[in-house]
């Protein structure tokens, strides 16, 4: 199983920035979904949650508000819509997929390679 994360880039405060990520391989049965994040010098935090029929999310206190998960599981694809970002949001995103979870929550599984956001004051 292979995450591919994209849609990164250079964006200026108040700007907006749609993340996708493209499942490929052989995922059995159901799954929950989640974006991370990793910023300079700072650990990886949590970032958005979705459970496996996209009926259920989950958000940051920092985020909450001001993004939204998404997923389309007919194109095996994660997405994660940015809005009013902040120069605090710069990070390394990272997808990834727990096959042990249907809820809201990811623990581990497999993750993506990463796509750099950042947002500049």
């Known amino acids: 199983v292979q995450l591919q994360a994209s849609g990164g880039g250079l964006v200026q405060a108040g700007g907006s920035l749609r993340l996708s990520c493209a499942v490929s391989g052989r995922v059995g049965g159901r799954y929950a979904m989640g974006w991370f994040r990793r910023a300079p010098g700072k650990d990886r935090e949590f970032v958005a949650a979705?459970?496996?029929?996209?009926?259920?999310?989950r958000y940051a206190d920092s985020v909450e508000g001001r993004f939204t998960i998404s997923r389309d599981n007919a194109r095996a694809t994660l997405y994660l819509q940015m809005i009013d970002l902040k120069p605090e949001d710069t990070a390394v995103y990272y997808c990834?997929?727990?096959?042990?979870?249907?809820?809201?929550?990811?623990?581990?599984?497999?993750w993506g390679q990463g796509t750099l956001v950042t947002v500049s004051s």
């Open positions: 979705i459970n496996w029929n996209g009926a259920d999310t």
């Open positions: 990834a997929l727990d096959p042990n979870k249907v809820v809201a929550d990811v623990e581990g599984g497999w």
